[in-house]
């Protein structure tokens, strides 16, 4: 009896503890879910019954659909995971090498201060002085001195020669020495040093140079195979990708740093440049060398950073190798760079002047004026004209069409797109040679007449680099020391306005005014201009010319 009153009582306490689990008074074999705790109206609201499909269309099948895994590749993206750049270092490192180029170079002092010299932080003395020591400033001291030392050190008295060293780097490109650098790294210098990873060391010559797009092709004479560096396709470079720069920083020695594209097509002010930018660090030294891609390609040649303290601010920038490839073919073949002309000044195309031209969207390289006997003018292109395309490529604005022009071979006949009153028209031209601006040095007939100034049209670029406002005259782009223009002050960067009181417009003027002013063998008086400032000097007959 007993038996079974307890076997009864064991089955009620059982069917009283599953009723409350099903209720949830507590929880039922040790479950900690949230869910379960809620009671059973909470319970529906959190876990709402699955949405009905659509009703099928008739005749239409819809396929189920499934989510897409997590970092799916995009079609056609590249994928893999970098542990090291070391292996592709020690592949790539060998043929990039250091360059290092001596220039001789005269200064004067400057009128209202010293002049300093390359290296010279703040106006310091050749031994390396920051100016706290007590250096030669040339300054006149306040209320003495002679009033007119400065006026003397100004036309050519207080001069001073140096020894210029400059440093940068290079990536060897053929196994028989040719080396593709930077132009202003190589560009002036009276010797070129390059020491190889193995520290060989070698002198170069200067194959050919193009300021326009700052590269320099150099080569060194050995025996020995030297390594080289394969050259890669910047066009399949895209943004992200990750690139490593190769050179000699501060001449530290060979340095590896790492970064990515950070975008491509910059410009920065020049005709024709494309540049790569990236965060890759590229300090000075730099110039001239690799910018390498992770299948061990030389995608750009590092060129140029911005920042405003001179070192490296994450934003640096390199030539793309397809226009470096191109160069350096033609500086090979001819020592110069061969490019097509159009023979057009080209604008913007601003939104205003889309919907004023009748574009729906700002495109192309509107033409501001158009030479009659250039190749556009014979062809048919007209001031006002917007170009969309050219040579089969499209144009989508003014800085893309001086590229696809100066690539172009010489003598070839393209199709040109243009929108005139709205209307869309191609045109056949025939492109033409560009060619460069004169330069001429100012000698005489007769022996000895020489200044020794070389001097060139004012462009864009000499504009650029000499920090012109005006347009008038010729600058001065090279001085020979010892020299006539040297003894009167004379220097790169000046602006020859008039000779004699004779206007000079051009290379053309200054070179028949020059001439005749050295026929005479008397002194020439020269306006130039320096620094927005106009003044006077005399240029004496070299020596052995003197009045007879």
Known sequence: MVKKIAAVAGGVLIGLFIAFARVGAFPFWGSDSDASKAPPAQQAQANPPAPLPA???????????????????????????????????????????????????????MPFGPQAGPGDDGGGDDNGDNGDNGGDQGAVPPGGGDPFDQLRRYFGQGQR?????????????????YILTNNHVVGNAEEIHVTLQDKREF??????????????LIKIDTKDALPVAPLGDSNSTDVGDWVIAIGNPFNVGMTVTAGIVSAKGRILGGDYDDFIQTDASINPGNSGGPLINTRGEVIGINTAIYSRTGANNGIGFAIPIDMARNVMDQLKAHGRVIR????????????????????PKPEGALVASADKDGPAGKGGI???????????HPVDDEHELPALVAQTPINS?????VVRNGKHMTLEVTIGERKEPEVASAKAETPGGNWGMQVGDITPELA??????????????????????????????????????????????????????????????????????????????AEGQGQG
Do not use: C
Not at 382 to 392: C, Q
């Open 55 to 109: 009703p099928p269309v008739p005749g239409v099948q819809v396929a189920p659909l499934a989510p897409a895994a997590p970092n799916t590749p995009e079609p056609g993206e590249k994928v893999g995971v970098i542990t090291s750049f070391a292996p592709l270092v020690k592949r790539m490192i060998p043929a990039v090498v250091s360059v290092n180029v001596v220039q001789d170079v005269k200064v004067s002092g």
């Open 161 to 177: 020669e140096y020894k210029q060293h400059g440093l940068g780097s290079g990536v060897i490109v053929s196994a028989d020495g």
């Open 203 to 216: 002198t170069a010559k200067v194959i050919g140079k193009d300021a326009k797009t700052d590269l320099g």
């Open 340 to 359: 097509g002309w159009l023979g057009v000044e080209i604008q913007e195309v601003t939104p205003d002047l889309a919907q004023s031209f009748g574009l």
């Open 382 to 392: 007209e001031r006002g004209d917007i170009v969309l395309s050219f040579n089969g």
């Open 413 to 417: 006949s393209v199709p040109v797109e």
């Open 464 to 541: 650029q680099q000499f920090h012109l406002e005006g347009t008038k005259g010729v600058v001065i782009q090279k001085v020979a020391p010892d020299s006539p223009s040297a003894e009167a002050g004379l220097q790169p960067g000046d602006v020859v306005m008039e000779i004699n009181h004779d206007k000079v417009a051009t290379v053309a003027d200054f070179v028949a005014k020059a001439k005749a002013a050295q026929a005479n063998k008397t002194p020439a008086l020269l306006l130039v201009e320096r620094g927005g400032a106009t003044l006077y000097t005399v240029v004496k007959p």
